[in-house]
């Protein structure tokens, strides 16, 4: 799981280290555009983050559940109304370049969209509510 955050630390790192003055950037005033990806991003992150705890409790299924019905709200609805909209998204990401020239980065990035996609799939697929809604039936 940790190796993911590597990999995507490498990008980021890739990324300020060819911004001509990275402190510009931490002081400026974004654009909606701007903010919205630092929010899907900020997203993307809450999703592994909240994955990974979905899944070391998988011994404790009820509290396993209990967690995903917290933010099942939501969940059901990226699946139903914004499913295709994320995936699309996912491939943008996928399309940038960070560095061309690093196979290395480019094989990473692959890497973590695949688990990205793994991820929001098992999040917005209803297999996480399954023993809470058994439970109280």
Known sequence: MNAYR???LLCEISVFASLPSSSQLLFARFEPLDRSVHGFREF???????YELLER???FPLLQSGFWHYHSYWFDYLGRKVGKDLENAL???AAWQVDPQS???SEASRHSLEHMRDVVSHLTS???????RHAIS
């Open 103 to 105: 196979e290395e980065v």
């Open 57 to 59: 409790t998988r011994e």
């Open 6 to 8: 590597g990999s995507d």
């Open 91 to 93: 491939a943008q990401f």
């Open 126 to 132: 209803g297999e996480y509510g399954v023993a809470l």
């Open 44 to 50: 993307l992150i809450f999703c592994l983050e909240f």
